[in-house]
């Protein structure tokens, strides 16, 4: 590997690393506490996420939303930055019993938190259209430098920089590994005696095995990161999530490739054999994590079974750290490779030598 790839691998490893620690997630709506709500006179208070409640307790607005419809509240008192209480005036008669509670500041913007809470004593009309109030939503000026809110993940978004570059690294790894496989296989199809031929035969299949050795590395690192950032999020370390099943059965199947290459002495017969199976693993193991997972409901970020990024889970702020972590990853994955094809070479000429 050059020297100037392995400079830029470093230089964006170590900018994913401190940019995706550094960044502060933008404000967000955490949690409201309040009783059950009725006619009249109610109260609640809105808990905020890196918010400036206090610092901005002059321009502070808190407001309850049913559909459409905006009820501004009276700010009774702000604790801190974070925790702020009020009264709101709802109606007898609501299009809906939806409530979702907003808080504005100009330097945090709107924040919200769509809650289903206790009610009691309104007359729902979907037709109905009571009188609220004027509201002005403000920009988020923090959009552009803080990663996204997200109520299930919070501060662990952060390990998107780590988790999911590991498998777009195996990805790429374990498809240079089925190319090799089948340039290994169309160069047995042709029939030869030329010992330099076969020599290149069997150093497309090492090169194949060197390959796939570095992708299941980043796959157990994936499977690794994934289960840790499973137990925060969604309370366990393991859950059945089509996507992470998979990804154990891929893990699986390449442990089988390389327990197919050991017990196998012929050198050509284990180069045809092992080819063919990797690019039946590389197939299934798109399959597997890039096709069935779009057919199936899971826990994986993404909407309808999808397991890609949506336009929230993956922002502009992200793509910042992201892209360069992708590529950097990347990057360290081949350097990898070549390293652990330089020692394969030299065990190679000791035994020869020998």
Request: with cysteine; hydrophobic share 50%.
């Amino acid at each position: 590997m050059k020297v100037w790839l392995k400079v830029i691998c470093i230089l964006l490893l170590v900018y994913t690393a401190i940019a995706g620690m550094v960044h502060p997630l933008i404000p967000g709506g955490l949690d409201v506490r309040t009783e059950t709500l009725h006619p009249g006179l109610n109260s609640f208070t809105f808990i905020g996420y890196n918010t400036s409640f206090l610092e901005q307790r002059s321009e502070l607005q808190l407001f309850v939303a049913v559909d459409s419809t905006f009820f501004c509240a009276t700010i009774t008192e702000v604790t801190d930055n974070t925790h702020a209480s009020a009264t709101v005036e709802l109606p007898d008669t609501l299009p809906s019993v939806s409530f979702a509670f907003y808080a504005n500041t100009p330097h945090d913007g709107t924040v919200y938190v769509g809650k289903a809470v206790s009610h009691r004593g309104f007359a729902t009309d979907p037709v109905a259209r009571p009188a609220g109030c004027n509201v002005n939503v403000v920009s988020d000026e923090h959009a552009a430098f803080g990663f996204p809110f997200q109520i299930i993940l919070f501060e662990t978004i952060r390990n998107i920089m780590w988790h999911v570059p590991m498998w777009f690294t195996m990805f790429v790894l374990m498809l240079f590994s089925m190319a090799l496989s089948i340039k290994t296989l169309r160069a047995m199809g042709q029939e030869t005696t030329d010992v330099h031929q076969y020599k290149k035969v069997l150093s497309a299949d090492r090169r194949a095995r060197i390959y796939a050795s570095s992708g299941m590395l980043f796959c157990l690192l994936g499977l690794v990161t994934g289960s840790i950032w499973a137990r925060f999020t969604w309370g366990a370390w393991w859950t059945m999530d089509p996507q992470l099943n998979g990804a154990m059965v891929v893990f699986l199947v390449y442990a089988a490739y390389f327990i197919l290459r050991s017990s196998i002495e012929d050198e050509e017969k284990r180069a045809r054999l092992a080819a063919i199976f990797n690019i039946f693993a590389a197939v299934l193991m798109v399959i597997l994590l890039m096709i069935m997972p779009r057919f199936a409901e899971g826990l994986h970020p993404g909407k309808s079974g999808n397991p890609a990024f949506s336009q929230y889970d993956l922002d502009s702020s992200l793509r910042t750290v992201f892209y360069p972590a992708v590529l950097g990853w990347i990057l360290l994955g081949y350097w990898l490779y070549s390293i652990h094809y330089r020692i394969a070479q030299l065990e190679e000429t000791d035994e020869h030598d020998a």
